[in-house]
């Protein structure tokens, strides 16, 4: 696939046309960057979600020094993932689930901006390695589910990439612990996923706390104004429990179909 064959295309309808024709390589957008193997989803990487390296290592799944090892060990080869389970830092299937939790993640703000023309670079590969593959459609359909659920809760989008502030007088002590703990990290010049970060957490299950945080009038994007809750309207009530079951139950049943 030619560079020229992008021109004038988005990053969705530039996707499905290399899934068709079975392309390896790297298409980067204004919001990330898609690895795909034999036209299958290998990897995503956005700067708007926390990459697998400080999500593993800042949970305590893995220790920096296990990290640094299988980075030192597979990264010229693009063996990474391979090598944490082959070193006996993260069993196989642990790494699919946090692998496929990231990819989708990442996956959700690079498709959902429209910018510059995206540009495909043959034969690229990630560091980290061909983990479990997922079809282009799977991952357009998981984003598209995920921006429909955040509409629910809040249907204002500057949430989920501009500084946050909290409005006056709000405080945590009465939210569920998960909240309070994310409210705690807004100060005004945080993002989203700076907090994730901060908190060693997954972007989306962070951004559906923050959504939560402003339908309860307690958080704004920077650039927006405080605007009340309004009590009639059908937000998301589900706990942070169910809303991760439900993503292991998700993740779970990609992989038997894949």
Do not use: K
């Amino acid at each position: 696939m030619s560079l020229s064959l992008l021109t004038d295309a988005t990053v969705l309808n530039s996707l499905e046309t290399l899934a068709a024709d079975r392309a390896t390589g790297a298409l980067t957008g204004d919001r990330g960057t898609f690895y795909l193997l034999a036209g299958d989803v290998a990897h995503v990487d956005s700067p708007f979600a926390p990459d697998l390296g400080l999500l593993l290592t800042g949970s305590g799944a893995v220790d920096p020094d296990g990290w640094r090892e299988a980075l030192d060990q597979g990264g010229t080869r693009g063996r990474v993932g391979r090598q944490l389970v082959d070193n006996g830092r993260l069993a196989a299937g642990a790494l699919e689930l946090c692998h496929l939790g990231v990819l989708f993640d990442a996956a959700y703000f690079a498709l959902g901006h429209v910018g510059r023309t995206p540009r495909f670079r043959p034969g690229i590969a990630h560091w980290l390695g061909a983990v479990r593959p997922v079809p282009v459609d799977t991952v357009v359909r998981e984003s598209q589910r995920r921006r429909e659920q955040l509409q629910r809760i809040w249907p204002e989008p500057d949430i989920d990439s501009a500084p946050l502030v909290r409005v006056p007088g709000a405080r945590a002590e009465a939210l569920p612990t998960r909240r309070g703990r994310t409210l705690a990290q807004v100060d005004g010049v945080r993002t989203a996923a700076e907090i994730a970060s901060a908190l060693a957490w997954r972007t989306f299950p962070t951004l559906v706390e923050l959504r939560r945080l402003a339908a309860d009038g307690l958080v704004t994007a920077v650039s927006a104004q405080p605007v009340p809750p309004d009590p009639s309207l059908p937000w998301h009530t589900a706990t942070q429990d169910e809303v991760d079951t439900a993503l292991l139950r998700r993740l779970r049943d990609a992989l038997e179909a894949l």
